[in-house]
């Protein structure tokens, strides 16, 4: 199985644990719960989560971290980054504190590459803080992308 196909039974069982395990989780889609255990085991190389079964299991993991899991892994394995988008553009009245914040931001960002490489080695754990770090800053990067758009058509 490829690196790309492990990551997506990861991400499966990720999402499965964040929704409540196997049992709670078929119960909220129409897979049973052997399915499920299929989509997320690695010795099943031939089974994984059909699309309609993420819709409906990956809203109820929100609250596990690295959500949304599959779809964040799916987008890896296209080559892309995943960034939530705002719920609502931004208009021109915010733009001075999207600034501010992506200021901040890029700052955390350079604050957490300097502390991990304060003893010249990046551990798991300082990449996972450094990319928490990126993901927040491209969080406010897509909420100004929004703010341009609305204000583009306005």
Not at 58 to 63: G, K, Q, S, V, W
């Amino acid at each position: 199985m490829t690196p790309e196909k492990l990551n997506l039974k990861r991400a499966t069982g990720e999402m499965l644990k964040g929704v409540g395990g196997l049992e709670a989780a078929s119960g909220f889609c129409r897979v049973g719960k052997s399915a499920l255990g299929d989509n997320q085991s690695v010795n099943k190389p031939e089974s994984f989560v059909a699309l309609d079964v993420i819709a409906d299991l990956e809203p109820l993991a929100r609250d596990r971290d690295g959500w949304p899991h599959v779809t964040r892994a799916l987008a890896a394995t296209m080559g892309f980054v995943l960034v939530k988008l705002p719920e609502v553009p931004a208009t021109s009245a915010e733009l001075l504190s999207l600034i501010g914040r992506h200021a901040k931001e890029g700052g955390d960002v350079s604050q957490a590459v300097c502390r991990a490489l304060a003893d010249n080695h990046v551990s798991r754990s300082d990449a996972r803080e450094i990319r928490r770090e990126i993901r927040e800053q491209m969080e406010v990067l897509a909420a100004m992308d929004a703010a341009m758009a609305f204000l583009e058509t306005d």
